[in-house]
């Protein structure tokens, strides 16, 4: 069985600050990870991917692989409000297996 | 535009009913998914299709139907063989297969079904 582990939260940020939000997963071979933001009653929305170790950076997103610790994690700076949502890790090839999510609130 | 469309966005059923939910795609993808959310829960899948006339079943496939006539489109059928349906479902597609494993999945907007 395909694990992907997320903290639920939530994960409670001031504004303009760096909010961390992590994931681990089970399977040793897995190659593709992705991040999805999804708002409440909405639909998740794909934010980053990556598929080789190290950082991958896109404006204030910045997603780290490190498949050594089986461990990718999503960097957000300066933290807005509308950062607010849930923040689904997702792993693996052709059938990714999501996480649960973590819930992010940015307070002003 | 180019996207997934689910319909309709909210559906009412009574015990004992069938429902089919719709999911078009006008992405040229071939692979298409559906899953359940719960709750606080992630995301859990039903069924997934890598090709016209062809699906698999997913980890909760038990009283659920698709099929996959058309490239566009990959209807669920929530039969009343399902004991707990209500839920916010999404359809998903991706390049598939000719993607190879970096296949980046995009969603519909969800139908959220309730049973009465």
């Known amino acids: 069985q395909k694990e992907v582990e997320q903290n639920s939260g939530p994960l409670s940020v001031p504004e303009g600050a760096i909010a961390s939000l992590n994931c681990t997963y089970s399977d040793r071979g897995s190659q593709s990870f992705f991040w999805y933001r999804q708002y409440s009653g909405k639909s998740p929305e794909l934010i980053m991917f990556i598929y080789s170790n190290g950082d991958k950076e896109d404006g204030r997103f910045t997603a780290q692989l490190n498949k050594a610790s089986q461990y990718v994690s999503l960097l957000i700076r300066d933290s807005q409000p509308s950062d607010s949502a849930t923040y689904l890790c997702a792993v693996g090839s052709y059938i990714p297996t999501f996480g649960r999510g973590t819930s992010l609130i940015v307070h002003p | 535009d180019g996207g997934i469309t689910q319909s309709p966005k909210y559906l009412f059923r009574k015990e004992g009913q069938n429902v089919t939910l719709s999911c078009e795609q006008n992405?040229?993808?071939?692979?298409m998914y559906w899953y359940r959310q719960d709750p606080g829960q992630g995301l859990r899948l039903i069924y997934y299709s890598q090709i016209v006339n062809d699906f698999q079943k997913g980890d909760i496939a038990e009283g659920y139907s698709v099929s996959r006539e058309k490239k566009e489109s990959f209807p669920l059928t929530v039969t009343s063989a399902q004991k707990n349906p209500t839920a916010f479902y999404l359809c998903?597609?991706?390049?598939?297969?000719?993607?190879?494993?970096?296949?980046?999945?995009?969603f519909g907007p969800g139908t959220r079904l309730t049973v009465l």
């Open positions: 992405l040229n993808h071939d692979a």
């Open positions: 998903a597609s991706s390049i598939g297969a000719s993607g190879g494993p970096y296949n980046e999945q995009f």
